[in-house]
């Protein structure tokens, strides 16, 4: 898998709604690539800031930091 195709699915799977199957599949592409990896783990952190953070509206900024970082991911994979 790329890291584009990827970048689809991380909105939902940090939202652990997503098919084990895909879940397998991108933990495994986390293993082979370095700044998924590391993409990952920041926005595992970024989440539970918010999560524990008292803003009224948490999802929406993750939304907002995820679809900028996965723009990155994108160009890196291009
Ligand atoms: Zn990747």
Redesign the pocket.
């Known amino acids: 898998m790329?890291?584009g195709s990827?970048a689809q699915f991380l909105s939902d799977y940090l939202d652990h709604e997503l098919d084990p199957r895909f879940c397998e599949k991108i933990n495994r592409?986390k293993r082979?690539?370095g700044?998924?990896k590391d993409f990952i783990s920041s926005l595992k952190m970024t989440l539970k800031t918010l999560k524990n953070s008292s803003s009224p509206r948490p999802s929406s900024q993750i939304r907002t930091k995820l679809r900028r970082a996965l723009e990155r991911?994108e160009k890196?994979?291009k």
């Open positions: 790329k890291c990827m592409h082979l690539c700044p998924c991911i890196h994979s």
